[in-house]
């Protein structure tokens, strides 16, 4: 993956990751073989930032069966 933006996929946007923004700390869904220090450098190259730590979590997307 070259460009940034085929990482960083879209913010993540709800009460729990808007708490963690006013201590720095913000959520994005990326690109599910992103590595690390590809989501390091693509949010550093599309916010002009520098990255401290970067957590990542595998999620399953819920599918419902109605």
Same mark, same amino acid.
């Given at each position: 993956? %070259? /460009?940034? $933006? /085929?990482?960083?996929? $879209? *913010?993540?946007?709800?009460? %729990?990751?808007?708490?963690?923004?006013?201590?720095?700390?913000?959520?994005?869904?990326?690109? *599910?073989?992103?590595?690390?220090?590809?989501? $390091?450098?693509?949010?550093? $190259?599309?916010?002009?930032?520098?990255?401290?730590?970067?957590?990542?979590?595998?999620?399953?997307?819920?599918?419902?069966?109605?």
């Amino acid at each position: 993956m %070259k /460009d940034p $933006r /085929d990482v960083i996929i $879209r *913010p993540v946007v709800s009460e %729990k990751s808007y708490a963690g923004s006013s201590a720095g700390v913000y959520t994005f869904e990326v690109h *599910p073989s992103a590595s690390k220090p590809e989501i $390091r450098d693509a949010v550093q $190259r599309i916010f002009n930032v520098q990255v401290v730590k970067v957590n990542t979590l595998n999620r399953q997307i819920g599918i419902a069966h109605v």
